[in-house]
């Protein structure tokens, strides 16, 4: 596997060159992104570029966690002068003039951009389905979803078509298909990382992140992007995360809450995330039963709450100043069968549920009951972790299902997300590693859950978990048989 | 007092659509009926949650109106970059249609 990690090692060293290591990815995204399309832009001719450049800073002695690496972008994050399409025909030749704030971060530490990445239409699915340029395909089987909306970041990581991914979370879009992929995917808590230049979808919600190899390459990105910025006025300063180095956890209480095992899960799911407790047990944790009651409310308040958001947040693609023009009779017309025939189904829905979820006579039943129960829910929480310092739990339902299973049923594709909703109503820190596989030999992860802003709790475990265990090491058929 | 129990008829699709500025084709108004009756119906289930005394959650952090230190001008976004990707442009403006009728 190719971690951030072991490139740096292997560029300190002078084993190769970020251009050789770049043009290599470049070959084998030529080679594998046909079938995967987790590639929506490669941008072959700035990477060598940037490569080049980072080879001259190496020359010269310079030295950051990131230097010569090469990596993508989920296309929801603005890249200066690069396509960015949000997943979406409505801004499907929209190039900004500017870079997100992570963007301008990463450069400035010399990493190596390869291109950008497929996603769900504005982050919004569990399958990549919604991409308005084509599902991503599961490396593990080229059949079924990667999980979304990260799918194509995931993609890229598992099949080695970069060294890791940005991708963002907003109710399980990085811990889920990081899940589906056997990858790592932390979600950060909310306010760590800054929003700017992200394309916002639901912004109580959002959250920046990365999808790696393992837990100690999560720890090295989320310290380059992190921490306050004056552009995003919801960001917070906090103590810098510090890479994970320990393998013990002797002082760690693990919660397993009841909610999470109450039925529905794939048996084999199950099974593997129980013998990962099991695991964490062995390794000298503290295990005990906790309740988080209102679990089972955490779809109902999101798919209130988020379409509300998206609404507001939608109303900016009205063919005026960017993005696609669908011309009509009037000005109002214009707009309408602009957004009409821009937008995919999920995005209209959503807009349409927000809408009605905050119209005259249904504010109060609706938006306002969502948030208050929203308020139950990250009380939950709160209390367990009085007792508990992790939460241990599934991240989805089951493995990787088929392309266009769900596609049919929209409240099927929801519960996808029941396991990570929750978690991104209290804004609070998950991630997930891989911990087995099913019969299919479809990958099934485990999710960490820590207290707001505690990362480094979370990546310790994790880390942890990664040296006692192998999942994380192990390859999808696609990479084995295209060396 | 509106209960939860949601059945979205064509004439409440027709009208969430126009607040939400979407032009829809027939099927889509079957469809997007059928499936957002069915959310919001599943959404209901909140109505029998015991809410009393408990406050809205808009943010999850503890900051509240936050300002900048200090609001000093620096530069602006060129014009050429601005319009850079307008559908329909004169070099200096974005080109729309009008938004208000004008009689003489």
């Known amino acids: 596997m190719q971690t951030v990690f072991d490139t740096r090692q292997a560029l300190r060293a002078g084993k190769v060159s970020s251009a050789e290591l770049t043009d290599a990815f470049l070959a084998r995204i030529q080679a594998l992104n046909p079938r995967l399309n987790a590639y929506l832009t490669v941008t072959a001719e700035e990477a060598l570029s940037m490569a080049r450049a980072a080879d001259d800073r190496i020359a010269r002695g310079d030295d950051t966690p990131l230097l010569g ?33 992570v963007i301008a971060k990463l450069r400035a530490l010399g990493a190596v951009i390869l291109g950008k990445l497929n996603c769900d239409e504005f982050g919004m699915g569990s399958s990549t389905e919604n991409s308005g340029f084509g599902p991503a395909h599961n490396p593990w089987d080229e059949t079924r979803v990667p999980g979304g909306s990260s799918g194509g970041s995931s993609a890229a990581v598992a099949a080695e078509l970069c060294c890791a991914a940005l991708g963002t979370d907003t109710g399980g879009s990085i811990r889920q298909p990081a899940a589906l992929c056997g990858v790592t995917g932390l979600k950060n808590s909310y306010g760590r990382v800054s929003r700017y230049g992200l394309l916002a979808f639901a912004s109580s919600l959002d959250t920046v992140g990365a999808i790696t190899h393992d837990a100690r390459d ?72 906790i309740s988080l009651p209102n679990t089972h409310l955490g779809l109902p308040v999101y798919y209130l709450i988020a379409p509300a958001e998206v609404s507001a947040n939608m109303a900016r693609f009205d063919g005026v100043k960017y993005g696609l023009r669908v011309p009509g009779s009037d000005l109002i017309d214009t707009t309408m069968r ?35 129960v929203r308020t139950l829910i990250k009380r939950d929480f709160e209390r367990a972790f009085e007792q508990v310092d992790i939460i241990a739990a599934p991240v989805a339902p089951s493995t990787a299902f088929k392309i266009g299973a769900k596609v049919d049923d929209p409240l099927q594709m929801y519960l996808e997300d029941v396991f990570t909703l929750p978690v991104s109503l209290a804004g609070i820190p998950a991630i997930s590693v891989p911990c087995g596989f099913d019969q299919d030999r479809l990958p099934i992860g485990l999710q960490l859950i820590g207290q707001a802003f505690d990362e480094q709790k979370v990546l310790d475990v994790a880390y942890a978990f990664q040296q006692t265990t192998d999942f994380h090491t192990q390859k999808p058929p696609l990479v084995l048989s295209h060396v | ?98 938004a208000l009728d004008h009689d003489g």
Do not use: C
């Open chain 1, 69 to 101: 690496v090469p990596i993508a972008i989920k296309d929801l994050f603005s890249t200066r002068g690069v396509r960015t399409t949000g997943g979406s025909k409505i801004l499907a030749t929209y190039v900004p003039s500017w870079d997100a704030t």
């Open chain 1, 218 to 289: 999560a720890a090295i990105l989320l310290a380059a992007m992190e921490g306050h910025d004056p552009q995003d006025s919801t960001t917070v300063a906090v103590a810098p995360i510090r890479v994970p180095d320990g393998a013990h956890l002797r002082d760690v209480t693990v919660g397993v809450p009841a909610e999470y095992y109450a039925g529905g899960m794939q048996p084999a799911v199950e099974k593997a995330v129980r013998a990962a407790i099991q695991t964490l047990a062995a390794m000298g944790a503290t295990v005990r039963e």
């Open chain 1, 338 to 372: 602009t957004r009409g025939q821009g937008f995919g189904a999920e995005v209209k829905r959503r807009i349409m549920l927000g809408t009605y979820a905050l119209s005259a006579g249904y504010y109060d039943a609706y938006y306002i009951r969502a948030q208050k």
């Open chain 2, 1 to 98: 007092m509106h209960t939860l129990t949601a059945s979205l008829t064509a004439s409440d699709v027709d009208r969430i659509a126009h607040l939400s500025r979407l032009a829809l084709s027939p099927d889509e108004k079957a469809r997007f009926a059928q499936q957002l009756t069915a959310i919001l119906d599943y959404a209901g289930q909140l109505s029998q949650i015991d809410v009393d005394g408990i406050p809205p959650t808009a943010t999850v952090l503890a900051v509240h109106s936050v300002m900048r230190a200090g609001d000093t001008v620096s530069g602006q976004i060129d014009r050429h970059d601005a319009l850079g990707n307008a559908p329909a442009t004169d070099g200096e403006a974005f080109i729309v249609q009008a």
